[in-house]
């Protein structure tokens, strides 16, 4: 079945420690990945686009197709990095497309 | 420039009315989707408007319905409200290089 999986509900990571938040995903072709972020009271925001290769407020986020995994990673946490974290395959099908979202990871960071 | 827009923010209804949502994407953005928030069922797909066209349907019952209009604002409509149906909406735009969401619509029923 087509799906992705982010294993971990949620997880606490103390300040200035390394976070990682993982993501495996099963579809057919390639689709685009990308990882959204949504802080408490705050609307959903794109954190990250696979193809950008890019950082983002310290965070990266490698796709490896051997192992079908797109884990968010960063250094060091910081407090403001507590948030509810998604990552999602736009799912393209003949020009009709879809972002389908998992349960998501809540990120808490402990000062 | 603005982003995109939902209204009403917040809207109660009793059971077995309808609702109309609106959304307004950002300025050139064609493509606009609907989601539904739930704490049990997280974030699901509604549905998917491109130029006026749904292109794309999640699914939900045929009780939940939307439109797009020639300026690519969009609004969704759920007739005979369940109190499952509470919820918060949201609204996406894309211009193909990512999706932008509103703040949604917070939709009780009682």
């Known amino acids: 079945a087509q799906r992705v999986t982010q294993p971990e509900k949620l997880l606490s990571v103390f300040k200035g420690a390394p976070v990682e938040l993982k993501c495996n995903y099963s579809?057919?072709?390639?689709?685009?990945l990308f990882w959204y972020v949504q802080y408490s009271r705050q609307r959903l925001q794109l954190l990250l686009r696979?193809?950008s290769r890019e950082s983002i407020k310290g965070f990266t986020a490698d796709l490896n197709k051997g192992e079908t995994s797109f884990h968010l990673k960063k250094p060091f946490a910081q407090e403001e990095d507590s948030a509810m974290y998604y990552c999602?395959?736009?799912?393209?099908?003949?020009?009709?497309?879809?972002?389908?979202f998992g349960t998501g990871t809540r990120l808490t960071i402990i000062p | 420039k603005a982003g995109v827009t939902q209204t009403p923010r917040y809207l109660i209804k009793t059971r077995g009315q309808q609702v109309t949502l609106s959304c307004s994407p950002i300025?050139?953005?064609?493509?606009v989707s609907w989601y539904q928030q739930t704490p049990g069922q997280g974030l699901q797909f509604l549905f998917e408007?491109?130029?006026?066209?749904?292109?794309n349907k999640g699914n939900f019952p045929g009780r939940f319905s939307g439109r797009q209009f020639s300026n690519s604002r969009s609004e969704m409509n759920v007739s005979t409200l369940e109190l499952g149906d509470s919820a918060l909406y949201l609204c996406?735009?894309?211009?193909?290089?990512?999706?932008?969401f509103g703040s949604g619509t917070r939709l009780t029923v009682v």
């Open positions: 996406a735009s894309s211009l193909g290089l990512g999706y932008t």
């Open positions: 579809y057919s072709g390639s689709p685009e």
């Open positions: 696979h193809i």
């Open positions: 999602v395959p736009l799912i393209s099908n003949f020009g009709n497309e879809k972002l389908t």
């Open positions: 300025s050139g953005h064609r493509s």
């Open positions: 408007y491109f130029s006026e066209t749904q292109r």
